[in-house]
Structure formats: structure tokens, C-alpha cells
């Protein structure tokens, strides 16, 4: 969307707090033993209680309040009573919701208890590059070179990007333009970031994989023979460097 006055501002501003809280405290009451259905509950409660609405149900009745993706799985894991979290494992949390007619999303990786995987330095990349490439944004700035950006500095990190995951506009719905903010330079995309606009910028790598497939279930995607990381922000685009709405609350921050 494009922002046009100031309460729809304040609008972005609330779901985002709600998304950007429960995000934080999600990641907090995870622990070892834990399924992915007892956290996914967790996050349901909390955005009920703040009379949010789980976007990914929604929009596209997705089989979970939130995404809980882990170790090879890049992204809309399924919430599951036998998926058990185990010490070490990298998890991904993907909160969106709406409120009020106004839709954030946010998301981020983190290493359960100790780094047994060693696959820290992979997050901290992932969160490193998204805020690099967020500080790069402004009107008229080419998307595909905030792409070009992100694939630069993953090489440099020894990481790739998986290519066909992307980021995309945000505020009256989950998804819309522009619909794909890419994790590396495609050439054929001459779109430029417009100021006053919402969109969601995401990092997704792994340690091999440059695509993620399908993994059988309708809906998780997973890094083949790769660890898996996504980092996400709703911002709001300027003349400077932009509004990070999700970003008061965020744990990985």
C-alpha cells in the first residue's frame, strides 16, 4: 500500500507492534520438547488477545496461526504435535497477522539453547544483510539492486540465497505490489521502491541450497541438504532511510 494520511500510518503502526511482539515473545517461550503446535498456540493466544487476526489463515487458510519452519525448512512450515523442538535446532518463527483492515508481517531464524549445528554465524549474517539492505532503501531506488545487495553479501558471508523466495508489498493485504523483492539482481526487473509505500523485505539463506522446494505437504518449502535462515521486516518507504514499523520489539534486533 501507500500510505496517504496519518491514520493510516498509526494503522501499520499497531499491527506492527502486535506482529513484532508476538514474534519476540514467541521466540522466548520456546524451549527444547516443545512441538511446533504448543509454541504455534502460544502465538495464537497472544495475537487474540490483542484482537489480531493470523494472516496466513486468512488469506490462504494455511493450517496454523503462525509459520514454524526448522533446520532445513525455509519457510511455512506446518505447526505439528509431532514436530519436536530439540536443543540446537534452528527455528523460524514467521508472524503476520492483520488488525483494524492493516496487514504486517515479520519474521526471524534463531538457534534453540546452544549452537550445537554452529550455524549461529548464519543467522547473524541473515540479520546482519536484511538490515544492510533496509538502510540502502529510499524512493527510486532500483528493487533489483537491493537484491543485487543481498546476494553480494551473502556470497561475501560464504552463504547463498535461495532465489525463488522473496519479499513483497504489504498493508491492505499479505501480498501485494510489488510482489516479488528478490534476494539477489534480476536484470529484468526495472521496478523502483516508491516513497510513502509498505512493503515487507525479507533475507532467505542457506548453507547450499539456491531454491527451495516443495516438501510434500501443500505448503512447507524446504532447503535440500542446507540449514535455512529468513530474517523480515514491514517498512515504510522515505526520501531517507525508511520506518522499520516491526522493528521496537524484535529479540534478534
Known amino acids: 500500500m501507500s500510505l496517504k494520511s496519518e491514520e493510516e500510518l498509526i494503522g501499520m503502526q499497531r499491527i506492527s507492534q502486535v ?14 520438547g516443545m512441538s511446533t503446535f504448543e509454541l504455534d498456540q502460544y502465538g495464537r493466544h497472544l495475537l487474540e488477545q490483542q484482537g489480531a487476526r493470523s494472516a496466513p489463515k486468512l488469506a ?12 532445513d525448512e525455509a519457510c511455512h512450515g506446518i505447526p505439528s504435535t509431532r514436530r519436536i523442538l530439540l536443543e540446537g535446532d534452528l527455528v523460524n518463527i514467521d508472524v503476520s ?14 538457534i534453540l539453547g546452544k549452537d ?21 532503501i ?16 551473502a556470497r561475501r558471508s560464504g552463504y547463498r540465497v535461495i532465489k525463488n523466495l522473496a519479499g513483497h508489498g504489504i498493508g491492505r493485504s499479505l501480498h501485494e505490489e510489488p510482489h516479488e523483492i528478490l534476494c539477489y539482481y534480476d536484470r529484468s526487473n526495472k521496478t523502483r ?6 512493503v515487507a523485505i525479507e533475507t532467505f539463506l542457506s548453507t547450499k541450497a ?34 522499520i514499523l ?8
Open 60 to 71: 490462504y487458510d494455511f493450517p496454523g496461526w503462525t509459520c514454524i519452519s526448522v533446520n
Open 210 to 243: 539456491t531454491y527451495a522446494h516443495e516438501k510434500g505437504d501443500g505448503w512447507t518449502l524446504i532447503a535440500k541438504d542446507s540449514f535455512a535462515v529468513q530474517h523480515e521486516h514491514t517498512i515504510v518507504v522515505t526520501d531517507k532511510e525508511p520506518i
Open 19 to 32: 506482529v513484532g511482539s508476538t514474534l519476540k515473545l514467541m521466540q522466548q517461550y520456546a524451549k527444547p
Open 193 to 198: 521502491f516508491r516513497k510513502n509505500s509498505v
Open 138 to 153: 529510499r524512493g527510486g531506488v532500483q528493487i533489483a539492486e537491493i537484491g543485487r545487495l543481498i546476494e553480494t553479501e
Open 97 to 110: 497477522a492483520e488488525l483494524g483492515g492493516y496487514w504486517s508481517d515479520n519474521g526471524g531464524s534463531f
Open 116 to 136: 550445537i549445528h554452529q550455524q549461529g554465524a548464519l543467522v547473524e549474517a541473515s540479520k546482519r544483510i536484511l538490515a544492510k539492505a533496509i538502510s540502502h
Open 246 to 253: 516491526t522493528a521496537a520489539n524484535q529479540l534478534w534486533n
